[in-house]
């Protein structure tokens, strides 16, 4: 279909415009919600230096900036989805992950923790006392390795 002008420029339209399906919604939905998001922050800085002007004193508060600041907040409020509850956090389905025992885990590295602690205080005591250290734990009390010493490790 052509439509001409009364000038002497013809154009000619495109086709009609098709349906937006599901999956462009899906492909274009970040790059719609980030564009959304950058022109709300854009009306935000514009209305946020004129109340700030405002209340410096040169001139009353503009009512309709702040409520032009309000609805911009409220907005991106929604598009971030801030007013709804994060849905709760499910355990990983990595089956190799399931198949551990995580309080036995946990139960055999405190008392890894706690024996190392207490060979810690055992050296401390039997230094103190100017012997060595008590239940055969040999501990080189010379060694500048710092934390292991006192049971700690080092990536702590």
Same mark, same amino acid.
């Given at each position: 279909?052509?439509?001409?002008? *009364?000038?002497?420029?013809?154009?000619?339209? $495109?086709p009609?415009?098709?349906?937006? @399906?599901? =999956?462009?919604?899906?492909?274009? %939905?970040?790059?719609?919600?980030?564009? !959304?998001?950058?022109?709300?922050e854009?009306?935000?800085?514009?209305?946020?230096?004129?109340?700030?002007?405002d209340?410096?004193?040169?001139?009353?508060?503009? /009512?309709?900036?702040? =409520?032009? $600041?309000?609805?911009?907040?409220?907005?991106?409020?929604?598009?971030?989805?801030?007013?709804?509850?994060? /849905?709760? &956090?499910? =355990?990983?389905?990595?089956?190799?992950?399931? !198949?551990?025992?995580?309080?036995?885990? &946990? @139960?055999?590295y405190?008392?890894?923790?706690? *024996?190392?602690?207490?060979? $810690?205080? *055992?050296?401390?005591?039997?230094?103190?006392? $100017?012997?060595?250290?008590?239940?055969?734990?040999?501990?080189?009390? @010379?060694?500048?390795s %710092?934390? =292991? &010493?006192?049971?700690?490790?080092?990536?702590?």
């Open positions: 279909m052509h439509v001409a002008y *009364a000038r002497y420029m013809t154009y000619e339209l $495109g009609a415009p098709r349906e937006i @399906n599901e =999956e462009q919604l899906l492909e274009d %939905g970040p790059r719609v919600r980030a564009l !959304a998001i950058q022109r709300l854009l009306v935000w800085s514009v209305t946020e230096s004129r109340i700030r002007a209340l410096d004193g040169t001139r009353p508060v503009d /009512p309709r900036f702040l =409520e032009i $600041g309000l609805r911009a907040i409220k907005d991106e409020t929604l598009l971030y989805r801030l007013s709804k509850t994060p /849905p709760p &956090v499910e =355990e990983e389905e990595d089956p190799s992950l399931q !198949a551990i025992d995580r309080v036995d885990l &946990v @139960n055999r405190l008392e890894t923790v706690e *024996a190392r602690i207490k060979q $810690g205080q *055992a050296a401390a005591a039997a230094w103190s006392k $100017g012997k060595e250290p008590e239940d055969g734990a040999e501990v080189d009390l @010379n060694d500048d %710092g934390p =292991e &010493v006192l049971g700690q490790d080092k990536a702590a």
